[in-house]
């Protein structure tokens, strides 16, 4: 199970949460929310870090397009699971829905640049989820990766209408994330401000759902340097699927993140 | 930072585009489309610079804040549903705040709080539906502005903020027990499109 710190606010009602969001390498793969960015006195000098390996708007609409597959496959799997029923299914059902869709949408773009779309890989290393409970706080942590990734790197793009298509999907993550919270019971379903991820972080996060072996990194990938086991305990090879054999990826190169002053909200 | 001397750069920037939608959008720009018709504005971006950006923004989270509060503490709404509309009322008013102070450090004078007329609402649907409406447009305010911003850490910013008032509709619309997120995508808006849905709550 990963495993994602949903993002909340420090302390009772509304902590003075950074404005201006820095590259904030948290420290720790396990602590991948939480007093991260700005704030603005320190404005001056602030660089967006430039998360490493997307370097290129097609290597930000892979990087989505990757992370899409993982959410349209997971839904998939968690909707013939039969472990979902009432007003959750009928969310999730929704949401997977939207998860194809953007999938759909960021296929084709790709495409139409001249790119070749990132595939869906034959299968997923997803935890065994064994109850409706279980599926919501799993989902929940992929959607606030989602939305983070999204935060961390469509302020890169330097296209201005792919900058507003992948806002609105940013948005829609957001919500579903949010939502599940919601269900969860979670009495602050929405933190005051966005958190970013960076690129690292991401991987951090989702590399070991890619079924990548050796640590959350993905093969011919420099490592993140997160062990696997940062990440909440070894992932359990779900439906009996096998080994995910990793097709072609992102075109991503290994560059430094910029670290940034961190202070505390 | 040279905010202030950006000037009035074209921005080669689809606001047609944008009312396709997200899946539109995105096969605009395949098409090598960063113009189509019926633009309403083709020639003159609304904005000049960020911080005119921000201050659009700061003149919609003022009005958040101040309806949040006003439904608040009008006795409509209780139990998990205030529970709720308490935080996003407080959390619109750290999007005051934040954005004021980033309009300040950047040398700019911030907006002020405007006066507005809030109708007198009766039910705890009408309070949750006329929040839902008023942060959707909050969203697609944001979204429909992104594309002006010029400083990335800025648009970093201001895409955090848009998300958390992305999050406020789904959850809104969560309590009302109707679908919590219908789009796939979050619809965008103009300018004149937001002013023309907030101009009836603005004295």
Known sequence: MINVILPHDEGNGISRRQFLIGSGVLAGAAALFGAGGLTPGQLGGIKIAQAAGLNSDMDILMFALTLEHVEDAAYRAVNASGLLSGKVAEYFKTFGDHEHTHVVALTDVITKLGGTPVAEQASYSFPKLTSQDEVVKFFAQVEEVGAGAYLGAAPLLQNKDLLAAAAAIHNVEAQHASVLRAVMGDAQPSPAFGSPLTYDQVIAAVGPLLAMSGGGSMPGMPTTGAPATALGGPLVLALGLGAAALGAMLRVRSRETTSSDESAS | ?203
Request: hydrophobic share 45%.
């Open chain 2, 1 to 203: 930072m040279d905010i202030q001397n950006e000037g009035v750069n074209r921005r080669d920037f689809a606001k047609g585009a944008l009312a396709l939608g997200g899946a539109g959008l995105l096969s605009a720009v395949a098409l090598g489309a960063s113009r189509s018709g019926g633009l309403v504005f083709a020639q003159n971006a609304p904005f000049k610079n960020d911080l005119e950006v921000l201050n659009y923004a700061l003149t919609l989270e003022y009005f958040e804040a101040t309806l949040y509060k006003t439904l608040n503490d009008s006795g409509k709404l209780q139990g998990k549903d205030l529970q709720y509309t308490q935080l996003f009322g407080q959390q619109e008013q750290a999007h005051v705040d934040a954005v004021k102070a980033t309009i300040e450090k950047l040398g700019g004078t911030p907006v002020t709080k405007g006066d507005y007329n809030f109708p007198t609402l009766n039910t705890r649907e009408d309070v949750l539906n006329l929040l839902n409406v008023v942060e959707q447009t909050g969203v697609g305010a944001y979204l429909g502005a992104a594309g002006y911003i010029q400083n990335k850490d800025i648009l970093a910013a201001a895409a955090s903020i848009m998300q958390v008032e992305a999050r406020h509709t789904a959850l809104i619309r969560y309590l009302l027990g109707i679908q919590p997120v219908p789009d796939a995508f979050t619809p965008a808006f103009t300018p004149a499109e937001v002013l023309a849905k907030v101009k009836p709550f603005f004295k």
